[in-house]
């Protein structure tokens, strides 16, 4: 006798679990040959808002995280990502893509999880800098995380597109919500199981799917979420997302859609802020000797 | 015999007629003073006596429009071209001239703003002519500031400034906008637009090409002008923060980028163990520096308890030492407000502020009869709840909190929409490091209040702006990358 198949239930990634939209709303997406994906949740402006509270919540546990620790969390989150291979080229392929595009871009997302692992305790390294002041001062420039980030995933690049936004975010210490790809939502519910056995504290990462264009409006007139990077938006909703943020002074990152730049530590820099210290140095010396 | 307990100075004015200054000033367009297309000038006035100085062009649209032409124009023309070192060694030549003539800019910034000619003198201007200084020698050497990225300039930059630092302000935006390639139009305060315009004579002097610095005075609508302009690729603000919200909304549907520098309301802590002597000169630094016309300004006080009353002891007795007067007596300590305008404001939120509860404390000083001034200002019995400790009042007035524990004040300090810069009162070097890490600020000062360089970045984290100037990271501000 065939056995029956067990099918997967697609639902929310918010603080760690794994909700349906509290709306109780769905959609169906189609993937290849006009077969729905599945019952898909739709996300509501409440799950957003519980959304950044879990963003927000989790920022005092992974902001002040030894880089060290962070670049371990991300290498880990390659190592999940290559042991469900199979999986994340499957899904891709229900969404369109062909086989080998299917394994190339899951290749391309497990390395950039490894790069970005890579970045955590360097940037800081390779970017900051101590300042030669005129004054008598110990002065140094160093980046910090901008806090909660709101993402908008890229539409086409359902998982490398969407590593590529999100690594750099939480490489950099941010906690963020992923909005993922409305019509190829399965890679970020999957690559929520990844990072749910990656050792990522809960919150972190948080990942709703839905309609863009109704959420849009709501992530950038939020005032908890610091900044918003979002890909693939047209001039138009670009120039709303300006306008409406403007109530707590967003970050607004656009980021245009390509799959070959998406290993750049710039795009770390993006949703950091930069502080700089200033400390005085005594400037006396013992016996009036000089050094 | 009565003594006298307090030391009188004998006044030692700084001498105002070394400041040459014109009857009436143009725009500086394209190389050339060019008078305003509406004919209208406006007056600008000292503020420590209520006198005119002099009185300068009211720019409009087509002011504007012609200032972008020639920047576009000197953009792809021979600034475009230059290579970084052959425009480094402009920018030194204008820091070099700036250095020569820096007496006379100080008295003409005393004069048109009234801050302390100390200030002007030992801050404002040097700090200005150090900018284009350190600034030029990046001129050729931006491929070492960004590693692996291949950087190139924006084109024109609208650059607004207010009217607090006036010229270190213009220094602060010119400077790094040639040294990456780009040419400016730069629109100062109405109320403070006079050593812009010196500058304009220098830059004129330096030789630079013509258009690469246009120099367009005016107020809001002429700030209007350069943001509404097609042709210019960035804006460079520093303001207030609810004019540096509508820029943001204007250039929405444009692609020309920003850097905001906006309002400010920081926190200076003091904790237990401080040295309180030094701490109470830092306070009264961080406030009453500059008349508080400051966005960094260290507004709100955080006294740990244990120390409270002896900080607050010392601070009022530090207070009635301060010498509030001509801004060109060179024992000023707090010259003028800069304009009725201000004083009304500053006025509003001292009038609030006891309607609210707080205990107001002003030192008996004699005060010019003409002129806008307002003593130092201490508020005592203040919540986080009142309005003095939440907006920017940008005056002399501070307002006093206390508060318990460490983890107590982050708190109260990061509970703010602003996050300009803060500072920090302590002995203990790990205290101090958990305390400077966890504020939400762009500038942190341990141990120290309102310190500058052309080296440090400065900017702010949240509704306090973006970007930053000042340093290898203020470059960028002015860069595709």
Redesign the interface.
Known sequence: MDRLEILKTYKLYINGKFPRSESGRYYTPEGRGGKALGNICQSSRKDLRESVLAARGALGNWAPRAAFNRSQILYRMGEMLEGRRAQFEDELKQQGSTAAAARKEVETAIDLAVYYAGWCDKYQQVFSAVNPVSTAHFNFSVYEPVGVVAAIAPENSALAGLLGTLLPIIAGGNTCIVLASTGKPLSAITLAEVLATSDLPGGVVNILTGDRKELLPIFATHMDINSLVASDLTKTQIADIKQASVNNLKRIVIHKEDVSKLEDPYAILKTQEIKTTWHPIETSIAGGGKY | MKKNTQWEYAPAPEAAKIAKIAKRYDHFINGKWTPPQSGNYFRTINPGNGRKLSEVADGNDADVDAAVKAARAAYEGPWGKMSGRERGKYIYRIARLMQERAREFSIIETLDGGKPIRESRDIDVPLAA?HFFYTAGWADKLEYAF?N?KVASLGVAGQIIPWNFPLLMAAWKIAPALATGNTVVLKPAETTPLTALKLAEIIADSGLPEGVVNIVTGAGSTGAAIVNHPDIDKIAFTGS?GV??LI??TI??TDKRAT?E?GGKAANIILEDAAIDQAVEGIVNGIYFNQGHVCCAGSRLFIQESVYDEVIWKLKRRMRTLVVGDPLDKNTDIGAINSKEQLKTIQKYIQLGQEQGGEMYQPKCKLPAAGNWCPPTLFTNVTQSSVIAQEEIFGPVLAAQSFRTVPEVISKANNT?YGLSAGVWCDKGAR?FQL??QLE????????FN?F?P?????G???S??G?EG???GLAAYLE?
Do not use: I
């Not at chain 2, 600020?441 to 120290?448: K, Y």
């Not at chain 2, 080296?455 to 900017?459: D, K, L, T």
């Open positions: 150090n590693p990225r923060t540096g919200k943001q909304q929405a549907n905001l906006l929409p101090l400077t890490t600020a762009g500038v942190v000062w341990g141990n120290t310190q360089d080296a440090s970045p400065f900017g984290f949240k509704e702006g973006f930053r340093g290898l990271h990358m």
